[in-house]
């Protein structure tokens, strides 16, 4: 079942979404890319920082989303494509590749690594970062609901992200003959407002239910998710602290013989 993305919507706590990307970027080596591609780039707001690190280069942001891509668009130095990261295709070997919080939503995506792999240049860097806390209340409080009626018969075959360990990422990517390095991290995202775990995840891993079920049902199933959420994340009187385990790997190809 196909679902739509609201750039506003996601852009909602972007400082916070933005550290995983300036962690795992961190971590490339890059000197002088020619070709940086950011697949599954999302609103490219991030991808604009790769564009600022790498003046020279020719940076692509790459998604599936036409509205993505329409705000992908406006962001300086950053060229904006439409395309499915399971099957786009480069223009030639790419020196810089990251894919952020994209492949949590492909199913069986340690089967797509080694062609991500392949795409790059003798020498080049592949990044990758994906969630780590779909066994989090922010999920399994959300699945539950879904499996209950009346909102379970409108919510078969739904888009349902997973992902895997360091380790997992590590050893696939290594088969694919990369040299690789693999870390996880969990974040202590304090956030504020009203209601800021439902705002989060109705942004993201929420929102292919949410957009699955009729009007009626759909606030019905908000209401009763947004209850759970705030008895799971209460508010301390300093700000909602919402723990987020994230997955990393960075790994680089070997360079051509002398």
């Known amino acids: 079942m196909s679902h739509t993305w609201d750039p506003a919507q996601y852009l909602r706590y972007a400082d916070e979404r933005a550290r995983p990307f300036l962690d795992l970027t961190a971590r490339i080596g890059a000197e002088r890319p020619g070709l940086v591609v950011d697949l599954g780039a999302g609103p490219?707001?991030?991808?604009?920082?790769?564009a600022?690190?790498?003046?020279?280069?020719?940076?692509?942001?790459?998604?599936?989303?036409?509205?993505?891509?329409?705000?992908?668009r406006t962001q300086e130095g950053v060229t904006a494509v439409l395309g499915d990261l399971r099957?786009?295709?480069?223009?030639?070997?790419?020196?810089?590749?990251?894919t952020n919080a994209a492949l949590q939503w492909v199913r069986g995506h340690l089967e797509l690594l080694p062609r991500l792999?392949?795409?790059?240049?003798?020498?080049?860097w592949f990044a990758m970062q994906v969630p780590g806390n779909f066994e989090e209340p922010s999920h399994t409080l959300r699945r539950d609901l879904a499996a209950e009626a009346p909102f379970a018969e409108h919510l078969h075959g739904i888009a349902s992200p997973a992902s895997h360990d360091a380790g997992t990422y590590l050893h696939a990517l290594q088969e694919a003959g990369l040299e690789v390095d693999a870390w996880e991290t969990t974040y202590l995202h304090v956030l504020h407002g009203p209601d800021p775990v439902f705002e989060w995840v109705s942004g993201t891993g929420a929102r292919p239910t949410l957009e699955?079920?009729?009007a009626a049902l759909r606030?019905?199933?908000a209401d009763q998710?947004?209850?759970?959420?705030?008895?799971?994340?209460p508010d301390t009187g300093q700000g909602v602290v919402l723990p987020f385990r994230r997955v990393f790997a960075v790994g680089r190809r070997p360079a051509a013989e002398r």
């Open 117 to 124: 792999a392949a795409m790059l240049a003798p020498g080049g």
């Open 52 to 72: 600022e690190r790498w003046p020279g280069a020719e940076v692509l942001a790459v998604d599936s989303s036409p509205a993505m891509v329409e705000r992908a």
């Open 212 to 214: 699955a079920l009729p």
């Open 219 to 221: 606030e019905q199933f």
């Open 225 to 233: 998710f947004t209850a759970r959420l705030r008895e799971a994340y």
């Open 87 to 98: 099957t786009w295709e480069p223009p030639r070997p790419i020196d810089v590749l990251v």
């Open 44 to 50: 490219a707001t991030q991808t604009r920082l790769l």
